[in-house]
């Protein structure tokens, strides 16, 4: 059976492809959006903490022993504590003035961080296995479905809505968004302003971490795998619009889905396919598909 002329095993294996990555765009961009939304710092270092995060599980696997199931707590626990110093040693201090300082200074934080890990592990990718658990494959009939890949989708999309959850429909994130519009009101009510951005920076960085670890056993761990994604990631958080998380999560996986299928249809554009999308919304709604306009 065909579908315009594709055999519909190609189509639907680079459809689940398509899923898979739009997962990890969704993730990525859901970190960044939740780090511009509620501090409006624009992370230019989310992709070397993505990095980081993979880095920090291989070396627990490798030095220590550690599996993958106590790496995807503790990867994201070490890349946000990380990120919490990050923020109190050097972000908090740019907050009140042009936010291109932030956008540099954590540029060159990506810079360093690429540097540092090419020079402990070299260029060369490092192999991560796949959990045992989840190892080999479901014949679902029409198609043979990798179960990692399958448990990188579900575990994704879990992290996504309960992460737009916990900040949209709950009172501690309703703290989180009034804490970042009006700090003084807040901090007179009792909330320390200051630790609940330092923790929402380091949940950011956490969520980078976590994509990492998820990645890990479906690509190679290498220092450059943060630079080739994060500017995509950023090109999905500016369609959906900045800040917005729901828009993130649903920019992400769409957009990842119209990259695989554009593989099938017309390989050609796989790789520009996403900057082409954004440089359409961008000219038809600025703020982005879910962003307000201001």
Known sequence: MDIF????????GQLLLGLVNGSFYAMLSLGLAVIFGLLGIVNFAHGALYMIGAYVAYVLLEKFGVNYWFALVLSPLVVGALGVVVERTLLKRLY???????????????????????????????????????????????????????????????????????IERTRLGAYLRAGTENPALVQ????????????????????????????????????????????????????????????????????????GLTKVFYPEASSIVVFVIMAIVLMIRPAGLFGKEK
Do not use: H
């Open 5 to 12: 002329g594709i055999p519909i095993q190609a189509f639907l």
């Open 96 to 166: 009140k003035i042009d936010p291109i300082y932030g956008l540099l200074l954590t540029f060159g934080l990506a810079l360093i961080a690429e540097g540092v890990f090419r020079y402990w592990f070299d260029v060369s990718g490092q192999s991560y296995p796949v959990p045992e658990l989840l190892e080999g494959a479901t014949n679902l009939g029409f198609m043979v479905l990798p179960n990692y890949r399958a448990w990188v989708v579900v575990a994704s999309l879990s992290v996504c809505l309960g992460t737009w959850f916990l």
């Open 188 to 259: 007179a009510f009792g909330i320390n302003v200051p630790v609940m951005v330092m923790l929402t920076y380091g949940a950011g960085a956490g969520l980078a971490a976590l994509a990492g670890v998820l990645a890990a056993p479906v690509i190679q761990v290498t220092p450059l795998m943060g630079s080739n994604l994060i500017i995509v990631v950023f090109a999905v958080v500016v369609i959906g619009g900045m800040g917005s998380i729901l828009g993130s999560i649903i920019t992400g996986l769409a957009l990842g889905i119209i990259e």
